[in-house]
């Protein structure tokens, strides 16, 4: 049995990212689908890459995900998962009050695709913002936001963008960077077929905006 876990949430249409168990926590995030316009109806296009918008973590006593409201607030935990686990009075910080005895904010129902996010991922440099994508056709890939310029998808890449732009390479190590493609549930995959439409459900969380990404 996994405990303590990262994770991240997607819809239906799309793939998702959160840290693995007792030793390997998860984490949580997730996004929702885009819904048909049947009145503007186009040529068919190849669909842009979506990314996550929701985050949770597993507590450690009693296994129930909670909602993490930022992505911020959301590195932090993953960075220190292992050596401080989650437990659900954690979350009194944004969720006054909780405890193990109250409702999952979210359960593994079917109705979103789950991300597993490797543990102890080191919070994203001051500026850059990590990013993870799914792709239309299955599975994920993650890129780096620079402070500015284009999204980098590689260390070498990011090597090279601080070599070219060394005013951005203060305080930045490469440590702070990690292109581990997350783990989509397969069963997840299965229960969601590219064609379905439906939405997440958003109770008891707070929606990031498509822009931030994603784990």
């Known amino acids: ?24 926590q998860k984490m949580l995030s997730g996004k929702d689908g885009d819904q048909p ?10 669909a842009s890459p979506k990314g996550i918008r929701h985050f949770a973590v597993q507590c450690e006593n009693c296994e129930k995900w ?3 409201p930022s992505k911020k607030q959301y590195e932090v935990i993953r960075e220190r998962i292992e050596k401080e686990p989650f437990v659900c009075e954690n979350a009194c910080e944004w969720k006054p009050d909780v405890t193990c ?23 994203t440099p001051q500026g850059w913002e990590r990013l993870v994508k799914l792709r239309n056709e299955g599975g994920a890939y ?19 963008y601080l070599d070219a732009n060394p ?16 783990k989509i549930l397969e069963q997840d995959i299965r229960k969601h077929p590219r064609e379905s439409q439906s939405d997440i459900s958003d109770t008891g969380s707070t929606r990031l905006q498509p822009d931030e990404g994603d784990v």
């Open 101 to 123: 005895d109250d409702p999952p904010d979210v359960c593994q129902d079917g109705s979103k695709l789950w991300v597993i996010d490797e543990p102890n991922v080191e919070k």
């Open 66 to 68: 909670r909602f993490v």
């Open 37 to 46: 316009n049947n009145k503007q109806k186009k040529p068919s296009k190849r």
């Open 142 to 160: 993650v890129h780096y936001k620079p402070p500015i310029g284009r999204q980098l998808r590689s260390l070498d890449d990011v090597n090279r």
């Open 167 to 182: 005013e951005y390479a203060k305080g930045v190590e490469e440590s702070q960077f990690s292109f581990k493609i997350p």
């Open 1 to 24: 049995m996994e405990s303590n876990q990262v994770s991240s949430m997607a819809s239906p249409t799309e793939n998702s990212e959160w840290p693995p168990s007792r030793k390997r």
